[in-house]
Structures are given as C-alpha cells and as structure tokens.
C-alpha cells in the first residue's frame, strides 16, 4: 500500500507564508538554495531526516504558479514511470511527467478522475 509522504503548500507570497506557518503552528522553514522550494518541518526528524514519529509528514512551500494552485499531498510508489502508467490506465491525467529532483528522487504531478491534483514521489535508490 501506497502512503502519502510529503505535503506542499504553495504561495503568492512565500516570505508572508513562511511566517505564518512558522509562527502559528512552529513548523521549520528552511530554504533549499538554487531551488526556490521551502522544506517545511512539522515533525522531529531524525539523522536521516526522515520523521521520527510513525505516520508523521514534512513537506514544502513554493511560489504558486503552473498547475500548482492549492495544497497537494505527495503519494510514495516504487516506481514513478509505472504509477504513471497505471494512473493513465485508470483514467487520471498526467499535468507534469516525471522529473528528477537533485540526487534524492523523482516526481511527478497527476490529476485523479475526480480533477484533483496530486503528487508522486519515488526515492533514488541508495540516495
């Protein structure tokens, strides 16, 4: 079974969202550099930084722009090229193909049937 990883919130103003977050529920904010992406902490992590409480989630913050306009949850699959083709085949909608994200995975934004967007997450191997 497949769980859902990872959260993003996008944002029009990124700096004013970031102090929201931060200020009213004490989540981590931190900046990746030369990505214009946010990782948003909301739990403990571990040396791995991975969660370390059972069922917890981090995820992150963007500019909202493209077909990223409200919150999207991230789906772990092992494979992202075969998700997409299984979402295909059940009547989802591929809005952006899979990509790599730096040396720690790979992604992919769908539509299911019902026109919600969501996103795929498969992680590089050993990385």
Not at 3 to 25: C, G, L, S
Not at 85 to 92: F, L
Not at 94 to 107: P, Y
């Amino acid at each position: 079974m497949d769980k859902v990883v990872h959260f993003e919130i996008p944002a029009d103003d990124v700096e004013r969202a970031q102090k929201f977050y931060k200020t009213v529920f004490g989540w981590g904010i931190m900046n990746v550099a030369g990505m214009n992406y946010t990782l948003v902490t909301t739990t403990e992590t571990g040396e791995d930084r991975m969660p370390k409480q059972s069922g917890a989630i981090n995820g992150g913050m963007m500019k909202r722009s493209g077909p990223i306009k409200s919150p999207v949850i991230t789906i772990g699959v092992a494979d992202v090229s075969e998700a997409v083709k299984k979402i295909k085949s059940n009547g989802g909608k591929i809005i952006m193909d899979k990509f790599k994200v730096g040396d720690i995975g790979f992604s992919a934004y769908v539509e299911d049937t019902e026109g919600n967007l969501i996103g795929i997450w498969e992680d590089i191997k050993g990385g």
